[in-house]
C-alpha cells in the first residue's frame, strides 16, 4: 500500500508552466510505474504521462513535447513539468501508483489554464 499527495497545482495563463509534484509514503523504488492522469469537467479520466521503474516514459499525444514526467527515488517523488499549457489542459491532476494488481491514487490537485 501506498499514500500518494499531489501538490503544485494553481492558475496560470495560458503558455505558462508549473510543476506538479507526488509525494508517496513510502519508497517508490519498486513501483513498476506511476502516472499523471487527469479528469476535466464532464470528461472521463485519461492518462497524461506515465513512468516506469527503468524510468521509460510514455505520454499523450497531446502533451507531448510540452510536459515532462520524472521519478526522484531518494525522494519518493514523481513530477510532472507542464510547459506551454493551454485552456484545454485545465484539469484535476491525479498521481496513480500502479503495485502489482493494485493501483492507488491521491486526492488530485486543480490546474486552471486561463485564456
Known amino acids: 500500500q501506498v499514500q500518494l499527495v499531489e501538490s503544485g497545482g494553481g492558475l496560470v495563463q495560458a503558455g505558462g508552466s508549473l510543476r506538479l509534484s507526488c509525494a508517496a509514503s513510502?519508497?517508490?523504488?519498486?513501483?513498476?510505474?506511476m502516472g499523471w492522469y487527469r479528469q476535466a469537467p464532464g470528461k472521463q479520466r485519461e492518462l497524461v504521462a506515465s513512468?516506469?521503474?527503468?524510468?521509460?516514459?510514455n505520454y499523450a499525444d497531446s502533451v507531448k513535447g510540452r510536459f515532462t514526467i520524472s521519478r526522484d527515488n531518494a525522494k519518493n517523488t514523481v513530477y510532472l513539468q507542464m510547459n506551454s499549457l493551454k485552456p484545454e489542459d485545465t484539469a484535476v491532476y491525479y498521481c496513480?501508483?500502479?503495485?502489482?494488481?493494485?493501483?492507488?491514487w491521491g486526492q488530485g490537485t486543480q490546474v486552471t489554464v486561463s485564456s
Open positions: 496513480n501508483a500502479a503495485v502489482g494488481l493494485f493501483g492507488f
Open positions: 513512468i516506469a521503474s527503468d524510468t521509460s516514459t
Open positions: 513510502r519508497s517508490i523504488f519498486s513501483i513498476n510505474a
